[in-house]
């Protein structure tokens, strides 16, 4: 194999790597985005939204189990 050929082949194997960390941060962007309005939606006017540090956390440790499910496929 030629030199050209290993460079080309190299900047392949990189460039789905980039395509999905793009990919990956798009998604998780709309998704936030997505959450926020529908929590925002929940709550009256006037009023910001109620959310305890337990509901936090319990949100939070939900987030982690989807990515870790999500990284074993």
């Given at each position: 194999m030629r030199m050209k050929d290993k460079q080309k082949s190299i900047v392949?194997?990189?460039?789905?790597?980039?395509?999905?960390l793009i990919l990956g941060g798009l998604l998780g962007t709309a998704i936030g985005i997505a959450a926020a309005y529908l929590?925002?939606?929940?709550?009256e006017e006037d009023n910001p939204p109620d959310?305890?540090?337990?509901?936090?956390v319990k949100i939070g440790v939900l987030v982690l189990g989807l990515l870790?499910?999500?990284a074993s496929l």
């Amino acid at each position: 194999m030629r030199m050209k050929d290993k460079q080309k082949s190299i900047v392949k194997q990189e460039a789905w790597k980039q395509k999905y960390l793009i990919l990956g941060g798009l998604l998780g962007t709309a998704i936030g985005i997505a959450a926020a309005y529908l929590l925002l939606q929940r709550t009256e006017e006037d009023n910001p939204p109620d959310m305890s540090l337990g509901e936090g956390v319990k949100i939070g440790v939900l987030v982690l189990g989807l990515l870790r499910s999500i990284a074993s496929l």
